[in-house]
């Protein structure tokens, strides 16, 4: 079968390869849509510290089942329709027995410690279903949508947390396919009053602000996203800021341009070259900041993201603007960091 490998940083390869065998513990799928991120392009640049083989990449998959394991729960059969979550939770660490599986200290991932979903075939661990991982795609959600649920878990986990009230303004730092999802989860589910969307690329800004109607757009590269924030609140600031992007530079506007009680969440990870930022403290002193740092999600959140897109909640197949074949995987690299497209999907 063909299959998307990582052998090193820079070195990702279309090869042929065995098509996997259903262990006896184990769930074999059809990969149909496997959805590409920014941590795809990351490891594909620069590796990563969880990825210490040569291993299929792709973490945001759905498929259908092709084989069940003889230990497997009869739940499951071949021809269903279903969605795989990335991130594994061991079940026993004390995060876990806490219920905060998303912090697990022994997380493993799919397209990391696992074979994940730039492939044709694709084995569901045993401890993916242990942990309860699988997920059945609901009818009116095609493939493509559900592969982007993963993502859109993580942002139902940071929202989660910053307590999004009716009424609030939220800015949005960010106009990839996670920025519009935010967007569009702070209004759809949390009611927020004013919602705006703000990127560096103006390109990207108009084509996402177009889908999901922020109630203002912000071109970072021409405006001072604090100043502008400020003029908009008449100089009380934003309720709920959010950084869907990996620059620190956005971390410290966030703080600048958030409200007294405001709530921030450091969404995006930062690259492990610039991991730190120097802020004002006496901000987040005086205006009784919350500071919340966000890592993936649970399971119980992606079954949460299929059921927004079952009943309308929430929809993003109209985030997915680059369908790309398998056979031309290595493009979709090329497509994500040009900033031409919103969400980009490969399709076996």
């Known amino acids: 079968m063909l299959s998307m490998r990582f052998h090193a940083p820079g070195d990702v390869r279309l090869e042929e390869v065995p098509e996997p065998v259903c262990g006896s513990e184990e769930v074999k799928i059809r990969v149909r849509n496997c959805s590409m991120c920014g941590t795809d392009l990351k490891a594909f640049r620069n590796g990563h510290q969880m990825i210490s083989r040569v291993t299929t990449m792709g973490h945001e998959i759905a498929g259908e089942i092709v084989d069940v394991g003889s230990s497997v729960s009869s739940n499951w059969s071949p021809g269903d329709r279903v969605q795989a979550i990335s991130n594994i939770p061991c079940g026993k660490c004390y995060q876990c027995r806490r219920g905060w599986t998303q912090v697990c200290e022994n997380q493993n991932s799919m397209g990391f410690q696992y074979d994940g979903g730039f492939a044709e075939f694709m084995i569901v661990p045993e401890a993916m279903l242990r942990a309860n991982g699988l997920n059945r795609i609901p ?164 079954r949460l993201a299929l059921e927004y897109f079952a009943t309308g909640t929430l929809r993003a197949n109209d985030l997915i603007t680059h369908r790309i074949p398998l056979k031309e995987g290595l493009r979709a690299f090329d497509v994500l960091a040009s900033g031409e497209a919103i969400k980009v999907t490969v399709e076996p």
């Open 139 to 302: 009818t009116g959600v095609d493939f493509a949508e559900a592969s982007a649920a993963e993502p859109c878990s993580c942002a139902i986990n940071a929202q989660e947390q910053l307590g999004i009230e009716p009424g609030d303004f939220v800015v949005v730092i960010g106009a990839g396919p996670i920025g519009c999802m935010h967007a569009r989860l702070a209004r759809n589910i949390h009611r927020a009053g004013t919602v705006v969307l703000v990127n560096r690329r103006p390109g990207r800004l108009a084509r996402s602000a177009e889908l999901v109607q922020p109630d203002f757009a912000i071109d970072s590269s021409q405006d001072d996203v604090v100043d502008t924030v400020m003029g908009l609140t008449d100089g009380r600031g934003a309720d709920v800021v959010i950084t869907a992007t990996p620059a620190g530079k956005d971390q410290i506007h966030a703080v600048e341009m958030a409200a007294r009680n405001g709530r921030i969440s450091f969404f995006g990870g930062l690259p492990k070259i610039a991991p730190t930022i120097t802020l004002d403290s006496n901000l987040v002193h005086y205006r009784q900041l919350h500071i919340h740092g966000t890592n993936g999600s649970t399971p119980e959140h992606n």
